[in-house]
């Protein structure tokens, strides 16, 4: 399913009697009930606008939440340059600075980011002098 651009999430349930709950959510015994997928189209223009980007010389990235595949698969459909080029948050976090610092320049789509890893990225784009705009 992420292959063809849906997002996908498991759903589980899990019954905690208690208040001593573990450190992470993956410590739980979940008894799986299925899978949730769901289509989020991009916007109608989005070639458009990312190739007038383009022409003008800018340079974009994506920085979601989103695995990578169902990034990827989106990003080719609407025509994002270099959607190959991929770094996701664990790996973002295990490099050092100056290894972050030349990976972020030559990164398209950065997935499964969290707080701390997007923070990681504005300081290494502002280290390379980069200007950032959000949408």
């Not at 849906?6 to 993956?26: N, S």
């Not at 989005?46 to 340079?59: C, L, R, W």
């Not at 610092?101 to 784009?125: C, G, N, Y």
């Amino acid at each position: 399913m992420a292959n063809e651009g849906y997002r996908v999430l498991g759903v589980g349930v899990t019954e905690f009697p208690g208040t001593d709950y573990p450190k992470t959510q993956q410590e739980f015994k979940f008894n799986f009930k299925g899978l949730v997928a769901f289509y989020d189209p991009p916007k109608a223009n989005i070639q458009n606008v990312f190739e007038t980007f383009y022409k003008a010389g800018i340079e974009l990235k994506i920085v979601t939440g989103d695995n990578a595949q169902t990034t990827t698969t989106i990003a080719k459909q609407v025509g994002f340059k270099d959607a190959d080029k991929v770094l996701n948050g664990d790996e973002l976090m295990a490099m050092d600075e100056a290894t972050l610092k030349v990976k972020v320049m030559e990164t398209a789509i950065f997935t499964r980011m969290f707080p701390e890893a997007k923070l990681k990225i504005i300081q290494a784009l502002k280290d390379n002098n980069q200007t950032m705009v959000r949408r």
